[in-house]
């Protein structure tokens, strides 16, 4: 019995963009490459990488807002790939999403209580004063007060905003949350509040986060592995203190250089990295990175390199890591 | 040397019955050659501060007070009892300033070329051919092929549109560079090329160098001092270092311990409760007190100033500037 409640295989969503004349030449854009992770229960698997990598584009596939073109995707040891909206209703239950603008995501027109209940109306869960006791109950596990039920989502501030579509996250009781650049908008000192919550959450609950950012050291905080984007190919998997302390691949490298570390004593930035990180037009050939890499070499150009396991923890996609 | 000296500087934005005073009294100075950080949350007036200076404020926003004293050539020059003639004749040349969002700042109809080129035309008077030649230069040097000069802006990345920004800001070699978070929409590999070019052209030029973030990562990587706002004040002042080692204000304090650090992984963050207050009132006291932990009786009710708490590094605290509390910390 594998305890995984999360497995991808070779994952794969293509968008397809009509160019020229009448829309005569099809251009394929590749945003997530044969993408392939589990994530065990209780764990976090934190996703970086850069604008434009396919990070986003993943978690929205994962949780079928996008339909893959190639792969699977295994809920709890179901294959969710192909679910029917019928079975695909339950499985959402259990895997929600947490999204970067909170004030996107929630409708200025619904009260917190309605906001809260909703989901849980859907699914048809308790009776209407059933219902608004777990909706407070669910905003005082994320830190507000049940008097806050009558507001509306305007009369919050960002960071409060935030720990409402936690708490709607929560109303259903998943087992998988999916939080796609969840603290981006926010300021540093809620943004230190709001993942100490996600972490308080997942010890109470025995969540599993899918945590998604292009800030790396807020993902190594949340996260017990991190997995390493590059314009759609998952390039480098291991433990957080592996990734950040002694990185394998090139391109990780080249993020964590470029990061800009809150410590004055320890000036440099690095920018081996030249030029832009490119689009995806097309398949690659070769290696993703080839063309920015600082040890590339000829191989590097035809030969596309798969995942391999350089020990229990960790896993590079390079020719030439070691 | 002195370059540029805010002075109590007061900016008001009304809004029906309502005044939201974005800038409190914040006084500051900035020497040659320095490169000063601004640090605060979303709201504290450092992004005001910076449009003060650039008399970029427009209605229903007003300057109610302050002086903003701009040293050029040995003259002294209060910026906000200009004209608009003689305000053109510094804006842009003497001071320049680059902004968050380059799609915003250039205009979407003219070559990047055409708009560089403008610059030595108004402010040089040059002709429209060596205009031309001295901004394929200029491009050139912000690490853009001189081929892109009749390329639009949107045809450029996000990193490329801000190297053309800073090429437009030091067209006219500025004494005084302001950039309001000049790589807060880009990725981290750019933001390296990007903070990295600002640096370059501060050696070469010997210019100052104003950049507000609210990244506590490139102040310290950038910044010689820093001033930390909140709600419209600076409540602290001093050296990078010194606001990275030992801050003394209890708001910086918490800034510095919120930020998550590589190795950090199994600790708690600090976090500050509560939400920074609404400006619309005037505040009794220090704004900081609601929220802050060390706080005494005399904080509700009386406004702290900025006072040295060591050389060259001030806070405005009262239980900071209080000896005991300077001791316990030790």
């Given at each position: 019995m594998s305890q995984a409640i999360l497995q991808i295989n070779?994952?794969?969503?293509i968008f397809t963009a009509r160019r020229g004349f009448f829309g005569t030449k099809k251009i394929e854009n590749v945003a997530v490459n044969e993408v392939s992770f589990e994530i065990q229960k209780g764990e976090t698997l934190g996703l970086v990488g850069e604008s434009g990598c396919g990070k986003s584009t993943l978690g929205l596939t994962i949780l079928r807002?996008?339909?893959?073109?190639?792969?699977?995707?295994?809920?709890?040891?179901?294959?969710?790939?192909?679910?029917?909206?019928?079975?695909?209703?339950?499985?959402r239950k259990e895997m929600q999403m947490i999204f970067q603008d909170p004030f996107a995501a929630l409708d200025p027109r619904l009260t917190i209580e309605q906001i809260l209940s909703e989901p849980l109306e859907i699914h048809q869960i308790g009776t209407k004063t059933e219902r608004t006791k777990i909706a407070a109950e669910l905003l005082e596990k994320v830190g507000l007060a049940s008097e806050d039920l009558t507001r509306f989502?305007?009369?919050?501030?960002?960071?409060?905003?935030?720990?409402?579509?936690?708490?709607?996250?929560?109303?259903?009781?998943?087992?998988?949350?999916?939080?796609?650049?969840?603290?981006?908008?926010?300021?540093?000192?809620?943004?230190?509040?709001?993942?100490?919550?996600?972490?308080?959450?997942?010890d109470e609950f025995g969540l599993s986060y899918l945590f998604i950012s292009h800030n790396l050291a807020v993902t190594a905080f949340m996260s017990h592995r991190i997995g390493v984007m590059y314009l759609g190919k998952l390039v480098e998997i291991g433990t957080s203190s592996q990734i950040t302390a002694a990185p394998r691949h090139p391109?990780?490298?080249?993020?964590?250089?470029?990061?800009?570390?809150?410590?004055?004593?320890?000036?440099?930035?690095?920018?081996?990295?030249k030029g832009e990180p490119d689009e995806i037009t097309e398949r690659p050939k070769g290696c993703v990175f080839y063309k920015h890499c600082q040890v590339a070499r000829e191989k590097c150009e035809t030969d596309q390199p798969k995942l391999r396991v350089m020990d229990k923890n960790s896993q590079v996609a390079c020719h030439f890591a070691d | 040397m002195i370059l540029l000296h805010v002075e109590n500087l007061q900016t008001q934005f009304k809004l029906g019955k309502e005044t939201i005073r974005a800038v409190n009294g914040v006084s500051f100075s900035i020497a040659e050659g320095e490169i000063l950080g601004i640090v605060g949350e979303s709201g504290c007036g450092k992004t005001v501060t910076s449009l003060s200076i650039m008399q970029l404020i427009e209605a229903p926003g007003h300057i109610m007070g302050g002086e903003v004293i701009f040293h050029d050539d040995g003259k002294q020059i209060d910026l906000l009892k200009l004209s608009d003639k003689e305000l053109e004749s510094i804006l842009g040349s003497r001071i320049a300033m680059i902004f968050q969002d380059p799609k915003t700042s250039l205009n979407p109809v003219l070559t990047i070329g055409f708009q560089i080129a403008e610059i030595f035309r108004v402010h040089r008077k040059l002709s429209k051919p060596d205009a031309r030649v001295k901004a394929i230069e200029l491009l050139t040097k912000v690490g853009i092929s001189g081929f892109r000069f009749d390329d639009y802006p949107h045809e450029f990345s996000g990193g490329m549109r801000q190297r053309v920004m800073i090429a437009m800001a030091i067209a006219c070699e500025p004494r005084l560079l302001i950039a309001d978070e000049p790589t807060t929409a880009l990725d981290v590999t750019i933001q390296a090329q990007i903070l990295n070019l600002i640096l370059k052209f501060k050696n070469e030029l010997g210019m100052s160098v104003i950049i507000i973030t609210h990244d506590l990562g490139v102040i310290a990587q950038l910044a010689d001092q820093v001033a930390v706002m909140y709600a419209g004040k600076i409540v602290e002042m001093a050296g990078v270092r010194d606001i990275f080692e030992r801050p003394q204000h209890p708001y910086t304090q918490a800034l510095v311990a919120s930020i998550p650090r590589i190795g950090f992984e199994?600790?708690?963050?600090?976090t500050i409760e509560g939400v920074p207050p609404r400006l619309h009132e005037p505040i009794s006291g220090c704004s900081f007190s609601p929220r802050c932990r060390v706080r005494i009786e005399n904080c509700a009710r009386e406004t702290p100033d900025l006072k040295e708490i060591f050389p060259q590094q001030s806070a405005a605290c009262f239980v900071a500037q209080s000896?005991?509390?300077?001791?316990s910390r030790s």
């Amino acid at each position: 019995m594998s305890q995984a409640i999360l497995q991808i295989n070779q994952l794969t969503k293509i968008f397809t963009a009509r160019r020229g004349f009448f829309g005569t030449k099809k251009i394929e854009n590749v945003a997530v490459n044969e993408v392939s992770f589990e994530i065990q229960k209780g764990e976090t698997l934190g996703l970086v990488g850069e604008s434009g990598c396919g990070k986003s584009t993943l978690g929205l596939t994962i949780l079928r807002l996008y339909e893959a073109d190639h792969g699977s995707i295994l809920f709890d040891s179901k294959d969710i790939t192909t679910a029917d909206a019928q079975s695909l209703k339950l499985i959402r239950k259990e895997m929600q999403m947490i999204f970067q603008d909170p004030f996107a995501a929630l409708d200025p027109r619904l009260t917190i209580e309605q906001i809260l209940s909703e989901p849980l109306e859907i699914h048809q869960i308790g009776t209407k004063t059933e219902r608004t006791k777990i909706a407070a109950e669910l905003l005082e596990k994320v830190g507000l007060a049940s008097e806050d039920l009558t507001r509306f989502p305007s009369q919050f501030s960002g960071g409060q905003q935030q720990r409402i579509v936690i708490a709607r996250a929560l109303a259903l009781k998943p087992r998988l949350i999916i939080c796609d650049e969840p603290v981006s908008s926010l300021d540093v000192s809620v943004q230190a509040q709001i993942l100490n919550l996600l972490r308080d959450l997942q010890d109470e609950f025995g969540l599993s986060y899918l945590f998604i950012s292009h800030n790396l050291a807020v993902t190594a905080f949340m996260s017990h592995r991190i997995g390493v984007m590059y314009l759609g190919k998952l390039v480098e998997i291991g433990t957080s203190s592996q990734i950040t302390a002694a990185p394998r691949h090139p391109y990780t490298k080249e993020l964590l250089a470029a990061m800009p570390e809150p410590d004055p004593s320890k000036r440099e930035i690095n920018t081996q990295f030249k030029g832009e990180p490119d689009e995806i037009t097309e398949r690659p050939k070769g290696c993703v990175f080839y063309k920015h890499c600082q040890v590339a070499r000829e191989k590097c150009e035809t030969d596309q390199p798969k995942l391999r396991v350089m020990d229990k923890n960790s896993q590079v996609a390079c020719h030439f890591a070691d | 040397m002195i370059l540029l000296h805010v002075e109590n500087l007061q900016t008001q934005f009304k809004l029906g019955k309502e005044t939201i005073r974005a800038v409190n009294g914040v006084s500051f100075s900035i020497a040659e050659g320095e490169i000063l950080g601004i640090v605060g949350e979303s709201g504290c007036g450092k992004t005001v501060t910076s449009l003060s200076i650039m008399q970029l404020i427009e209605a229903p926003g007003h300057i109610m007070g302050g002086e903003v004293i701009f040293h050029d050539d040995g003259k002294q020059i209060d910026l906000l009892k200009l004209s608009d003639k003689e305000l053109e004749s510094i804006l842009g040349s003497r001071i320049a300033m680059i902004f968050q969002d380059p799609k915003t700042s250039l205009n979407p109809v003219l070559t990047i070329g055409f708009q560089i080129a403008e610059i030595f035309r108004v402010h040089r008077k040059l002709s429209k051919p060596d205009a031309r030649v001295k901004a394929i230069e200029l491009l050139t040097k912000v690490g853009i092929s001189g081929f892109r000069f009749d390329d639009y802006p949107h045809e450029f990345s996000g990193g490329m549109r801000q190297r053309v920004m800073i090429a437009m800001a030091i067209a006219c070699e500025p004494r005084l560079l302001i950039a309001d978070e000049p790589t807060t929409a880009l990725d981290v590999t750019i933001q390296a090329q990007i903070l990295n070019l600002i640096l370059k052209f501060k050696n070469e030029l010997g210019m100052s160098v104003i950049i507000i973030t609210h990244d506590l990562g490139v102040i310290a990587q950038l910044a010689d001092q820093v001033a930390v706002m909140y709600a419209g004040k600076i409540v602290e002042m001093a050296g990078v270092r010194d606001i990275f080692e030992r801050p003394q204000h209890p708001y910086t304090q918490a800034l510095v311990a919120s930020i998550p650090r590589i190795g950090f992984e199994g600790k708690r963050l600090t976090t500050i409760e509560g939400v920074p207050p609404r400006l619309h009132e005037p505040i009794s006291g220090c704004s900081f007190s609601p929220r802050c932990r060390v706080r005494i009786e005399n904080c509700a009710r009386e406004t702290p100033d900025l006072k040295e708490i060591f050389p060259q590094q001030s806070a405005a605290c009262f239980v900071a500037q209080s000896e005991t509390f300077s001791l316990s910390r030790s």
